[in-house]
């Protein structure tokens, strides 16, 4: 029986580092909700919001790639790996 083991540190709550509202807020927009991975990495600030910028412009509606298209492509790219994002 395989058991979930628990990360090595936990998520942080996100007002610990008010800086990063405007990056979580990236996360919330495109997500619904900021990912945990985020919330441990907010202990180095300067990776969240490069993180968030790298986000935004991925999903920028703007882009030449549908973003139903990339949606699908990042389930599809989740799922083979086993994650659940």
Known sequence: MSRKS???LAPLPKET???LSGAFQTYVKVLGFIPNSVLIMQRK???VQALSQ???AIWDP???VPVAFKRML???AS???GCSY
Do not use: F, G, M, Q
Request: charge should be neutral.
């Open 54 to 56: 790298l986000a935004a």
């Open 79 to 81: 799922r083979a790996h």
């Open 6 to 8: 628990e990360p090595r």
């Open 17 to 19: 580092t008010p800086e």
């Open 45 to 47: 600030p300067k990776i």
């Open 74 to 76: 990042a389930h599809v």
């Open 62 to 64: 703007a882009s030449e």
